[in-house]
């Protein structure tokens, strides 16, 4: 599976950058999480899976290990669920073992902490609602698609960002500034003055790390789910939880209504091969809302 590629330019090629930026640094604290957990003989798979599961990072790693040719399955396991249990506990507290050289980053307050941060949480925020948004989904379409393959490409979607943040770390820093001074979003002024986006850097990553095409797709696509011609619902349905994540982060909590005339402007395009009717719209975000709330966040502490 080949994606459009940009013609170098004096600023960067997507070869640069792919050579640049390495592995994603995890949480250090979901790390040591991890350390602890599979050093107590009665954690399980779900344990680990739940730990794992708000890292965008360390998904991304554990995912591409599971579908390396060192287990001859390359492109096969496409969940967080069927990677960690393919994987195993002993092989998941061995590889966070071997991570070491993090920066710690929650609880400060400096300008690229607050960047990470918010990248984090939204990775997250769009993994809950993706989920939410297949499990609204008929049946035989929650089933073609999987909910935790949709928790996973959720996950996953802003791999390319944690990439830029690696290896162009005060281009990554200054252009989410500028997006919030603007008060729009990342992709439009990363386009103004980027030749390559992020999720053609993220997609172009995950293939590299043998990650399934549907995954792969899902992260190319995810501003522009039309294009998709593998698993289109997949990458509908992340594309329309990125939307909903984005409007719910900007939006007071609490009793505030939902006012959704903005949203579904910016979501018709990934509505159209999920088949949800705008009118359906308002349930599937209040239930985003209530899951986020929860503060699945808070576990990486």
């Not at 049946?139 to 960002?161: C, F, M, P, S, W």
């Amino acid at each position: 599976m080949h994606f459009p590629t940009t013609e170098p330019t004096m600023l960067d090629s997507l070869e640069q950058i792919l050579a640049d930026s390495g592995d994603p640094l995890p949480l250090p604290q979901v790390v040591f999480r991890i350390g602890q957990l599979t050093a107590n003989p009665k954690a399980t798979a779900v344990d680990l899976e739940r730990l794992i599961g708000i890292d965008p990072a360390l998904a991304a790693r554990v995912l591409a290990l599971a579908n390396s040719n060192y287990y001859s399955l390359a492109g096969q396991i496409s969940s967080l669920h069927e990677a960690v249990v393919f994987l195993g506990i002993k092989t998941l507290r061995d590889m966070a073992v071997a991570i070491t050289g993090f920066n710690q980053f929650l609880g400060r307050g400096d300008a690229p902490a607050l960047a990470r941060r918010s990248l984090w949480r939204h990775s997250v925020d769009t993994a809950q609602c993706a989920r939410i948004v297949i499990g609204a989904l008929p049946a035989t379409a929650r089933e073609t698609v999987g909910v935790d393959q949709a928790y996973t490409a959720g996950l996953l979607h802003d791999i390319g960002k944690l990439a830029l943040d690696h290896c162009r770390h005060g281009l990554f820093v200054s252009l989410m500034q500028m997006a919030r001074v603007q008060n729009v979003r990342y992709y439009v002024i990363e386009a103004e003055v980027m030749p390559i986006g992020h999720a053609q850097i993220g997609a172009s990553q995950a293939q590299r790390w043998n990650l399934p095409p549907t995954l792969c797709e899902s992260i190319a696509y995810h501003h522009t789910p039309r294009a998709a011609t593998i698993s289109p619902k997949l990458t509908a349905a992340v594309a329309l939880a990125n939307e909903i994540a984005h409007f719910l982060e900007d939006t007071p909590s609490g009793d505030a209504p939902v006012t959704l005339e903005e949203l579904l402007a910016s979501c018709r395009e990934s509505m159209l091969p999920l088949r949800i009717r705008p009118e359906a719209l308002e349930g599937i975000v209040l239930t985003c809302r209530s899951e986020m709330e929860q503060g699945l966040s808070a576990l990486a502490f």
